[in-house]
Antibody, heavy 121, light 107 residues
Framework: EVQLLESGGTLVQSGGSLTLSCEASGFTFSLYAMGWVRQAPGRGLEWISNIYGSGSTTNYADSVKGRFTISRDNSKNTLSLQMNSLKVEDTAVYYC??????????????WGQGTQVTVSS | DIQVTQSPSTLSASVGDRVTITCRASQNIYSWVAWYQQKPGKAPKLLIYKASNLGSGVPSRFSGSGSGTEFTLTISSLQPDDFATYSCQHYYDYSPTFGQGTKVEVK
């Protein structure tokens, strides 16, 4: 059974930094692209970043480009999201999601439970 | 970037109703669309992929159709467990963006 467990969400001040982690199990982690999707209070889902199976290729939404960095450690089955220069509008529940293939043009067939990030002014 | 627009934003319906939600893309995305169901406080759940393929364990009352720029999700007979928010997602390129969501509420 696929399991994705996010951690690292907390309250942080505007301008601060935070790293989210996602521990994966139940599948061969390196064979699948992974992504981060967030949901601000009362809003829809927003894709923010994804990463190729080997980690060699990444992509970001314009809203986070230059501030967030996605990475993965395939030896530890772990996905990470380094978030810098945080803004109040980054406040959201952040989900880790598993793609269905190695490449980035993928939908997500499994999701974590989400971790709350709150950015205060 | 490809924009994805859903309609309506909110839909009021009763148990047993046939429900249809539309998703429009700003350019041709062939059949590269997925649909998700989300309940409050929970993670999204995959319903449909490649426009019309049912996800694992998804009831057959859910169906998807469309290609190119217009897509629909249909619930043939709404059940109590189906009151939720539904979102489409394109995955034509490396920026797989979502529609804004459609909340299906009790009429």
């Amino acid at each position: 059974e696929v399991q994705l467990l996010e951690s690292g969400g907390t309250l942080v001040q505007s301008g601060g930094s935070l790293t989210l982690s996602c521990e994966a199990s139940g599948f061969t982690f390196s064979l699948y692209a992974m992504g981060w999707v967030r949901q601000a209070p009362g809003r829809g889902l927003e894709w923010i970043s994804n990463i190729y199976g080997s980690g060699s290729t990444t992509n970001y939404a314009d809203s986070v480009k230059g501030r967030f960095t996605i990475s993965r450690d395939n030896s530890k089955n772990t996905l990470s999201l380094q978030m810098n220069s945080l803004k109040v509008e980054d406040t959201a529940v952040y989900y880790c999601a598993k793609g269905v293939k190695q490449w980035l043009d993928t939908y997500f067939d499994s999701w974590g439970q989400g971790t709350q990030v709150t950015v205060s002014s | 970037d490809i924009q994805v627009t859903q309609s309506p934003s909110t839909l009021s319906a009763s148990v047993g109703d046939r429900v249809t939600i539309t998703c429009r893309a700003s350019q041709n995305i062939y059949s590269w669309v997925a649909w998700y169901q989300q309940k409050p406080g929970k993670a999204p759940k995959l319903l449909i992929y490649k426009a019309s393929n049912l996800g694992s364990g998804v009831p057959s009352r859910f169906s998807g159709s469309g290609s190119g720029t217009e897509f629909t999700l249909t619930i043939s007979s709404l059940q109590p467990d189906d009151f939720a928010t539904y979102s489409c997602q394109h995955y034509y390129d490396y920026s797989p963006t979502f529609g804004q969501g459609t909340k299906v509420e009790v009429k």
